[in-house]
Nanobody, 120 residues
Framework: QAQLVESGGGLVQPGGSLRLSCAAS????????MGWYRQTPGKQRELVAT???????NYVDSLKGRFTISADNVKNMAYLEMSSLKPEDTAVYYC??????????????WGQGTQVTVSS
């Protein structure tokens, strides 16, 4: 099994920046990809960005230029740097990872989410 734990959420003023972290732990053989999603009440969870083990990134078009995803394969960590934040960025942000365990099977895991609130 594996677990994902997000951190770094909080209250930030419009125009501000925030950095989210996601720590993966457990019986991890390798992490194939990690990603960030977000969800607001009454709406479906939506993709923010993903990154492969090789470093290839993918962003939702509307967030390109403001959000940056990165990962540390040694530490089994993923990060989301968010800048020029807007009130509409307010959401619960979830970390996602495709993890290959020591049994060589791959599974998709989700973190518990971290709240980001952009408000003055």
């Amino acid at each position: 099994q594996a677990q994902l734990v997000e951190s770094g959420g909080g209250l930030v003023q419009p125009g501000g920046s925030l950095r989210l972290s996601c720590a993966a732990s457990g019986s991890i053989f390798s992490i194939n990809a990690m990603g960030w999603y977000r969800q607001t009440p009454g709406k479906q969870r939506e993709l923010v960005a993903t990154i492969t083990r090789g470093g290839l990134t993918n962003y939702v078009d509307s967030l390109k230029g403001r959000f940056t995803i990165s990962a540390d394969n040694v530490k089994n960590m993923a990060y989301l740097e968010m800048s020029s934040l807007k009130p509409e960025d307010t959401a619960v942000y979830y970390c996602n990872a495709v993890i290959q365990l020591f049994n060589r099977r791959s599974y998709t895991y989700w973190g518990q989410g971290t709240q980001v609130t952009v408000s003055s």
